[in-house]
């Protein structure tokens, strides 16, 4: 009669199977398609990163860590000044850098304000604005050249 027993194995031949990370490689250079990739990582992190159930709109680390009173929206301000800080870099005329400082601005003080603001803040996308205004300026004075 033959017993089925487990095979033993040494502990130095286990081999976990570790959990895959999300990698997303961000280019570290200054040059415009490096800058371009920054910051549209960083506004889908702030403005696109989760999906709200049932109503299926997008969300992000702006609206979530906003709800934490003060803190929060000087987190969220801080990261948003990292687009424009960006801007600045690649040399944007400072009226523009004015116009995205005045979204952040109105965005984190409207956001300040208890559940009014963090309804306004799911709402108003100031980092997608800033967005829009990078993207409009690289396209015009930095064209992607496709090869």
Same mark, same amino acid.
């Given at each position: 009669?033959?017993?089925?027993?487990?095979?033993?194995?040494?502990?130095?031949?286990?081999?976990?199977?570790?959990?895959?990370?999300?990698?997303?490689?961000?280019?570290?250079?200054?040059?415009?398609?490096?800058?371009?990739?920054?910051?549209?990582?960083?506004?889908?992190?702030?403005?696109?990163?989760?999906?709200?159930?049932?109503?299926?709109?997008?969300?992000?680390? $702006?609206?979530? &860590? +906003?709800?934490? *009173? !003060?803190? =929060? %929206?000087?987190?969220?301000?801080?990261?948003?000044?990292?687009?424009?800080?960006?801007?600045?870099?690649?040399?944007?005329?400072?009226?523009?850098?004015?116009?995205?400082?005045?979204?952040?601005?109105? $965005?984190?003080? &409207? +956001?300040?304000? *208890? !559940?009014? =603001? %963090?309804?306004?803040?799911?709402?108003?996308?100031?980092?997608?604005?800033?967005?829009?205004?990078?993207?409009?300026?690289?396209?015009?004075?930095?064209?992607?050249?496709?090869?």
């Amino acid at each position: 009669m033959e017993r089925d027993t487990p095979e033993i194995v040494r502990p130095e031949r286990i081999r976990a199977e570790r959990p895959r990370r999300m990698a997303y490689e961000l280019p570290v250079g200054t040059d415009p398609h490096s800058v371009r990739q920054r910051v549209e990582a960083m506004e889908m992190i702030l403005e696109r990163s989760f999906v709200v159930p049932g109503i299926n709109r997008t969300v992000g680390l $702006d609206a979530i &860590v +906003g709800l934490v *009173p !003060v803190v =929060g %929206d000087i987190i969220t301000a801080a990261m948003g000044a990292y687009l424009i800080w960006e801007a600045k870099n690649i040399g944007m005329p400072r009226w523009k850098l004015w116009r995205m400082a005045g979204n952040l601005a109105f $965005d984190s003080a &409207v +956001g300040a304000i *208890p !559940v009014a =603001g %963090d309804l306004f803040d799911f709402m108003f996308r100031s980092n997608t604005r800033n967005l829009k205004i990078i993207k409009r300026h690289l396209d015009k004075h930095h064209p992607v050249i496709e090869q």
